[in-house]
C-alpha cells in the first residue's frame, strides 16, 4: 500500500501544476513560466513540495519526479535540468544551471546564470539580463552547496562548497571549497596538490 502512496501523490500534483504548465506552455512562455515558479514557491508543506516538483517535470528541460525542492526555492529559467535525488533547500534561487544526481543544496543558496548576467555600454550604465551572457552552470552529483553559498560557476562531481561561499571560478571534482572567493581545503582523494590552489 506504501509503495503505491508515492505514485498516486505524484499523478495528483502533476494534474494540479497541470494548469500552471500550459499557461507556461510548458516552459516556452516566460511570463507565464514565471507566473507558476513564484506562485508553487509559496505553497508550504509536503503538499508544496510534490507540487514544485511537479511543475517542474512539466516546464524544465528536464526534472526527475525522485527529487525535492523547498518552500521559497524556484529557478528562474526553464532551460534548467535537475537530476534524480536532487534535494533543494527553502529560499533557493537558481539560474540557468544542470544539477547532477543525488546532489544536496541547502537553503537560501543562489545558482546564478554564470558570472556575466548584466552588460554595461559605452556610458558605463549597467543593462539587463538581456544585456548580458547568460550560461548554463553544471552542478555536478552527489555534491553538497552549502547554505547562502553563491554559485557561478562549474561544481564538479562530488564536490563540497562550504556555507557562504562565493564560488567565481569551476571547482574540480571532489575536493573541498569554502570562502569568498572560494578556495580550496582539501584536495579530493588521492589528489596531489596544495589546499588553496586551484589546479
Not at 89 to 94: D, K, N
Amino acid at each position: 500500500m506504501t509503495r503505491l502512496l508515492k505514485p498516486t501523490v505524484q499523478a495528483i500534483s502533476l494534474v494540479l501544476a497541470l494548469p500552471f504548465a500550459v499557461i507556461a506552455l510548458f516552459g516556452r512562455f516566460q511570463i507565464g513560466y514565471d507566473l507558476g515558479a513564484a506562485s508553487l514557491a509559496l505553497v508550504p508543506g509536503v503538499i508544496g513540495d510534490y507540487l514544485r516538483i511537479a511543475y517542474y517535470r512539466l516546464t524544465l528541460r528536464e526534472c526527475s519526479l525522485f527529487s525535492r525542492i523547498s518552500f521559497g526555492s524556484f529557478f528562474v529559467y526553464p532551460e534548467t535540468r535537475v537530476a534524480a535525488g536532487v534535494y533543494i533547500g527553502p529560499y533557493s534561487v537558481l539560474g540557468r544551471c544542470s544539477i547532477g544526481a543525488r546532489t544536496q543544496i541547502a537553503s537560501a543558496v543562489q545558482i546564478l546564470s554564470g558570472a556575466h548576467q548584466h552588460g554595461r555600454d559605452d556610458s558605463g550604465q549597467i543593462g539587463g539580463s538581456e544585456t548580458g551572457q547568460l550560461v548554463e552552470v553544471r552542478i555536478g552529483s552527489a555534491c553538497w552547496i552549502g547554505a547562502a553559498a553563491i554559485v557561478m560557476a562549474a561544481v564538479g562531481d562530488g564536490a563540497t562548497v562550504g556555507a557562504g561561499s562565493v564560488v567565481t571560478k569551476p571547482v574540480p571534482p571532489g575536493v573541498v571549497v569554502a570562502g569568498n572567493p572560494a578556495r580550496i581545503l582539501k584536495p579530493a582523494i588521492g589528489q596531489a596538490g596544495a589546499a588553496g590552489v586551484y589546479p
